[in-house]
């Protein structure tokens, strides 16, 4: 079974444009302003809450999605995989060392309960390495004694068969032999403790070990799907961001982007090329790119460029959900919230640091 993992807070989302961050010179007066907001709400007893939500899938190849299932870059509409609450986070305390509890914290995606293994996904393979690697290399081999790596219940005794090292400060307080930091041995050591999970895990697979890319790419049918489920302050606020950005580049590059966006959405296209001066005729003859795959339906799309209309959405659910406008204190904030099964979707699937797809078995 592929599951899905979403963080969407209980608070619900609230989102700065760029008039707003310029208007009240909010970044410009403080970088960290998110990180204070959460330290400040914490310190008043405002402890800041997180659903964890889950999407189940069966582990197959699901031939009638247009779509790869462990494409990062793609989400699971909620219409067809349902989301299910499983858990809840609180933070209840700020940190009292920020260097010794924040700066020395050593993740690891690679550490998993019995039952949890990981999926052919290329972001969560390549993170499954690198986080560990990372924290030895940042941190030191020995992270695992520092009190914040510790497990709870380890009470100062960890057990890695290492000794010394950076930040080495002291043995494994265990074994018979502390001078020995292996097993087997006949004068001593740790011994390994049994293993009460099955030898086999997941499914059995016969293969050939590749380098190639996703094969159902389908670069453009769900941008294109989210933006027409944005509201149209939303999608305002998209056009005048593509246009100051995209704007800064070459013209060769500014022409090439705004005929990505004719195979995404015509409206989308239409206004970011008058925004940048551009006019459909300037890249209709545009080619494709040597490496680049289009669907049937792009190829369609492609044939009537900036004449498609728009997309189907009829009963589409995707994350995120599309916020209601408010004036707060002068400022235009965009937030989710409300009481319905759908109301407290976010922007998760878009914050790829701590979403992660496994194998549940």
């Given at each position: ?27 410009g007066t403080n970088l960290g302003h998110a990180s204070k907001d959460i330290y400040d709400a914490i310190g008043r007893g405002e402890y800041p ?76 393979t390549g993170r499954t390495f690198s986080y560990s690697d990372t924290r030895h290399y940042h941190i030191s081999p020995n992270c695992q004694h ?103 580049g070459a013209s060769v590059v500014q022409e090439c982007m705004v005929w990505h966006l004719l195979l995404v959405n015509d409206d989308l296209s ?92």
């Open positions: 079974m592929l599951i899905k993992y979403h963080w969407s807070p209980k608070v619900g989302v609230k989102c700065l444009t760029e008039e707003d961050a310029h208007a009240h010179v909010i970044q809450k997180w659903e964890l939500q889950v999407q189940k899938m069966s582990d197959d190849e699901h031939p009638k999605l247009d779509f790869d299932p462990l494409d990062d870059t793609k989400v699971w509409p909620e219409n067809e995989f349902p989301v299910r609450s499983v858990g809840k986070m609180v933070l209840t305390c700020n940190v009292d060392n920020y260097f010794n509890e924040n700066e020395q914290v050593a993740f690891g995606t690679g550490v998993v309960v019995d039952g949890l293994e990981f999926s052919e996904d290329k972001m969560l520092l009190p914040i790596n510790q497990p709870k219940q380890a009470k100062g005794v960890i057990a890695t068969n290492r000794q010394g090292g950076l930040m080495s400060y002291g043995n494994d307080e265990v074994g018979s032999n502390l001078h020995v930091n292996y097993e087997p041995s006949i004068i001593g050591s740790l011994n390994e403790a049994s293993q009460q999970r099955p030898e086999e895990v997941g499914p059995a697979t016969s293969s050939w070990l590749t380098r190639q890319g996703i094969s159902r790419v389908n670069y453009y049918k769900q941008a294109g799907q989210r933006f027409q489920l944005m509201q149209r302050w939303e999608q305002d606020d998209l056009v005048d961001n593509f246009v100051t950005n995209i704007g800064e239409l206004r970011v090329g008058e925004g940048l001066g551009i006019k459909l005729e300037q890249v209709q003859s545009l080619e494709l790119l040597p490496s680049q795959v289009l669907t049937d339906e792009d190829r369609a799309r492609l044939k009537r460029l900036g004449k498609n209309g728009v997309r189907d959405v009829k009963g589409l659910k995707m994350t995120p959900l599309r916020p209601e406008r408010a004036r707060r204190h002068g400022r235009r904030w965009g937030w989710i919230e409300g009481d319905d099964e759908w109301s407290e979707w976010c922007l998760i699937s878009l914050l790829e640091g701590i979403e992660e797809r496994s194998r549940w078995r």
